[in-house]
């Protein structure tokens, strides 16, 4: 048996049901593999498929498809290193999530997920079958176990492949990012080579899919825990790692660190990748947005600026007879500073028009809210007609604490097909702000230096729908209202939390209120990329009709 073993790692960014893609991709990944002499070319978890496919796997004409491909990526590899792939298989009635190693045109092992994550954004129980607990399989002499991904985050398979002669471990993954995702990775990674005593290979996938963004990160451990290399996070990548057969056992090469940055800035780049792969994986080239000349206009549109380049960002300030000088001043220097086009269409005319038909109906009422939201139900009218005239797609701008509480309008400024902010709350919008004012990468599209100017930060936020209006007229001042919904919604607390948070139990109990019976909003609302576990999309699901309420 040989004493070095070469694996080739592609931590690439497959796109869910692009088949001929992601086999392309697989292809190309094996290719550069068979160059640099490997034994074994490894990519992620369910790779051909795309992940998180969801109820796309259950699918008959698409589980054959993917066998079809799965059957020509064989044939096309046959004369070269063995290829691990992550695939969906059938066998008689079962799905499972499978790991399978192509060699000499055939498939030769197959791989089934034992454990089947059902939290959070994934449904996995719901999907596939379990695999039973199986040994490693070999390749050119080496005795390989793969833990899928969850399986490796609980000790019994890594245990099984042990103690029925693995020698490494090889984790595929489709693990998305969440704030301290990591870490989290890690420590479990490290248990998992304490308790076999064999070195390990952490292999994730990168790029975005709908509401999830694949951090990639990949990285190696040798026994004891010690790191032996770590792949860039969020870049796609071929790196090739060698195994070297010492009298203790099997030990990774030691080889490149890659550093990870720190929380501000992967937040920052899971919103600008998970923005510019819903674009081009959905066939968009251009977006366009409401720019209001408040903080969060200005952040979605430099995001988009970074994620697309300024000549595919439209921004348009939409003012009525209460938008401020300031406001108009402050849209068009964030429009100057990014460089992407600005148009001015001011609705007072068009407001009035429908204030004017609706007058014979609300004849005898007083003005209330119902006013107030025609500006921004005229303004999201105004958008999407742009938005179907030019083919751009819009983006919606509103932050997790608007969100959370309901303060948007549905069919008005919540109107469009991705919010990069989403999961971003007002306390950390502010923040993401200076940071990137202070901050520019490679990766960035846009310009460096100061983009968003200081007013806009520092001043109090408004909707500017009447006279005088500010945010903390409607809601607590956004430092406390973040707080309690990072109690409320992230953390699943109750009233008595906030309470012993300092916080007073009747205004805790508005917020909740305003949580549950916004519900109806969020169902309808766009995607955005995920940055916590409590992120409003698959992360937490909650009836829309709900009476209850938290009695503490």
Avoid at 159 to 171: I, K, N, Q, R, S
Wanted: some cysteine.
């Amino acid at each position: 048996m040989t004493s070095r073993f070469r694996i080739t790692l592609g931590q690439m960014n497959p796109t869910v049901g692009d088949l001929s893609g992601n086999a392309k991709l697989a292809r190309d990944a094996w290719a550069q593999g068979k160059q640099a002499g490997a034994d074994l070319v490894a990519l992620p978890e369910m790779f051909i498929t795309g992940y998180n496919a969801q109820d796309l796997v259950m699918k008959p004409a698409f589980q054959l498809d993917v066998m079809n491909h799965i059957q020509a990526l064989a044939a096309d590899c046959a004369d070269g290193p063995a290829l691990a792939i992550g695939t969906l298989w059938v066998e008689g009635a079962k799905l499972f999530n499978a790991y399978l190693v192509l060699k000499d045109a055939k498939i030769v092992h197959h791989v089934f997920k034992h454990n089947l994550p059902n939290e959070t954004v994934f449904d996995e129980v719901r999907l596939f079958e379990s695999g039973e607990l199986a040994g490693p399989y070999s390749v050119n002499g080496l005795r390989i176990g793969s833990p899928i991904c969850e399986d490796a985050w609980h000790p019994d398979v890594a245990e099984t492949l042990a103690e029925t002669g693995a020698e490494f471990l090889l984790v595929p993954n489709g693990s998305p990012y969440y704030r301290g995702k990591f870490e989290t990775r890690l420590n479990h990674m490290v248990a998992r080579v304490v308790e076999t005593e064999l070195p390990l290979i952490y292999l994730n996938m990168v790029g975005g899919q709908d509401d999830q963004v694949f951090d990639g990160a990949s990285f190696a451990l040798n026994p004891g825990g010690k790191l032996a290399f770590q792949m860039p996070a969020f870049d796609a990548q071929v790196a090739h790692v060698d195994l070297e057969q010492t009298a203790e056992g099997w030990r990774i090469i030691e080889g490149e660190k890659a550093h990870l940055p720190p929380e501000y800035e992967q937040d920052y780049r899971v919103m600008v990748h998970g923005l510019r792969d819903y674009m081009g994986k959905t066939g968009f080239k251009k977006v366009l947005l409401g720019l209001s000349g408040g903080v969060d206009s200005a952040i979605v549109a430099t995001i988009a600026v970074d994620a697309l380049g300024a000549d595919n960002v439209r921004c348009v300030m939409l003012p009525s007879e209460y938008t401020s000088q300031a406001s108009l001043d402050d849209a068009e220097t964030v429009a100057k500073a990014l460089g992407c086009q600005y148009d001015y269409v001011p609705i007072s005319k068009g407001r009035a028009a429908i204030t004017e038909t609706l007058a014979p109906l609300f004849e005898g009422t007083k003005p209330d809210l119902t006013e107030e939201n025609i500006q921004s139900r005229l303004r999201g009218l105004l958008l999407m007609a742009m938005s179907n005239k030019f083919g751009e797609m819009l983006l919606t701008t509103g932050n997790k604490s608007e969100v959370a509480v309901g303060y948007a309008t549905i069919y008005g400024d919540m109107s469009g097909g991705y919010n990069p902010i989403k999961d971003l709350y007002k306390t950390r919008v502010f923040e993401t702000c200076r940071w990137r004012n202070d901050n520019h990468r490679d990766w960035m599209m846009g310009p460096a230096g100061e983009v968003i100017t200081p007013r806009i930060i520092d001043k109090p936020p408004t909707a500017e729908l009447r006279d005088d209006q500010k945010d903390s007229d409607s809601l607590p001042d956004y430092p406390d209202l973040d707080a309690m919904l990072e109690i409320l919604v992230d953390q699943n607390g109750s009233i008595a939390d906030c309470v012993a948070a300092g916080f007073d139990r009747d205004v805790a109990k508005k917020v909740e209120h305003l949580i549950y019976i916004s519900e109806y909003k969020r169902a309808q609302s766009a995607p955005g990329p995920r940055l916590t576990k409590g992120a409003f999309w698959l992360d937490r699901r909650y009836p829309i009709v709900n009476r209850w309420r938290d009695p503490s």
